[in-house]
């Protein structure tokens, strides 16, 4: 028994005490800074999401909202206009003022979406990020950006029917009320 508490203490301790950031942190050291980055639209279609990143992080630092709007994916832009993705993300601290990231986790899946866990650096302080992707025709696109567990980039709002009072719409079949049993509501049910 004491040797097994032995083996868990050292690792335990590790990890209340945390690790140093370049060891926790690998550096992307082929990637220009995110000042130095390309426009996204000299990027072309074989850029990697790494790349994508850069780029999108430079355009939303310098409050270039329309070339960072450009590097969200089709489908993002077809469900969020404009002017909501600009109210989200022209006042984020965090995106305003980023400095680095460093990611330590990806996933690809299949051949057309993305996703890496960073720590994005910025003048509001580090936050845990992460980034999602998906590969069109033009190359990745972004489709979100969550922030301390807060997605930075809206959402596609609810379509509202508005032939009908307003609830937004929805797919869900509709059902007959159950009967209604008077004598359970007035309290004369069998005993």
Known sequence: MRRYVSLWLVPGLVFLAGCPDEMALPADDDLPSIDEAPPGRELGSDADPRRVERSLLGHLRRGELEDAYALTSDGYRAGVPFERFRASVADNPYLATVTDVRCHRFHTAGDD??????????????AHTSFYYAREEDGWRATGIVIGGVPAFPGPEARIDEAD???????????????????????????
């Open 113 to 126: 979406t993305h996703w890496r866990e960073c720590v994005l650096r910025s003048e509001a302080g580090p």
């Open 165 to 191: 009072d307003g609830a937004p719409e929805h797919d869900a079949p509709e059902h007959d009320a159950p009967e209604h049993d008077d004598a359970i509501d007035d309290g004369a049910a069998a005993e």
